[in-house]
């Protein structure tokens, strides 16, 4: 069974820290990682994908992979409180679905 | 920003009915998806179509589902015979690719179907 695991929290960070979120997974075939920020109720939105060890970054946000360990890893700097959101962690499976976890919600206190 | 388009954005269904939900996927994108998530749970993967067939589905996407591309941008999923436990927000999705290492894949803004 291929699965994503995250923490559900909430995580509560205060305005202008440091939010980091962690994911896990099971398949050590995947190759390819994805974090997706989602409003309540709306659709899944793409923020970043990462399939290389190591630290990938994009404006505030860092991705970061270790395959060795199977996990996979958000850094929001300068948090504000727009990025209250929960964040799903995906993998691309090796017939091509998307395996999710079930989100990490955070909270993002002015 | 090319977007994909999904209607109705709320439609509710008495139990048994049959249902479309409708997708139209960005124009040069050759693969088309089909996800759900039940309210409060993970977001899960029904089926992928490419080529005007599917290509791989999962366990959820039973006999009571189908996917169809009628035209050359439409790309719809019908569930007959509605049941309470079909009650879920459906997203569609489109890709260029379905192997892109980095690129993920652009979803609607989803059909939230209510089973009454």
């Known amino acids: 069974q291929k699965e994503v695991e995250q923490n559900s929290g909430p995580l509560s960070v205060p305005e202008g820290a440091i939010a980091s979120l962690n994911c896990t997974y099971s398949d050590r075939g995947s190759q390819s990682f994805f974090w997706y920020r989602q409003y309540s109720g709306k659709s899944p939105e793409l923020i970043m994908s990462?399939?290389s060890n190591g630290d990938k970054e994009d404006g505030r946000f860092t991705a970061q992979l270790n395959k060795a360990s199977q996990y996979v890893s958000l850094l929001i700097r300068d948090s504000q409180p727009s990025d209250s959101a929960t964040y799903l962690c995906?993998?691309?499976?090796?017939?091509?679905?998307?395996?999710w976890g079930a989100g990490t919600k955070l909270i993002i206190k002015p | 920003e090319p977007e994909v388009t999904q209607t109705p954005s709320h439609q509710v269904t008495q139990m048994g009915q049959e249902v479309i939900l409708r997708c139209v996927p960005i124009?040069?994108?050759?693969?088309f998806y089909w996800y759900r998530q039940i309210l409060g749970q993970k977001v899960e993967f029904l089926v992928s179509f490419y080529n005007n067939e599917i290509s791989e589905k999962s366990e959820i996407f039973d006999d009571q589902f189908s996917v169809e591309r009628p035209d050359g941008s439409n790309f719809t999923l019908k569930i007959r015979s509605t049941k309470l436990e079909d009650s879920a927000m459906y997203f569609c999705?489109?890709?260029?690719?379905?192997?892109?290492?980095?690129?993920?894949?652009?979803f609607g803004s989803g059909t939230r179907l209510t089973v009454v």
């Open positions: 990462i399939y």
């Open positions: 995906a993998l691309r499976s090796s017939n091509y679905q998307l395996i």
């Open positions: 999705a489109s890709s260029v690719l379905r192997d892109s290492l980095q690129d993920g894949y652009t």
């Open positions: 124009s040069n994108h050759l693969y």
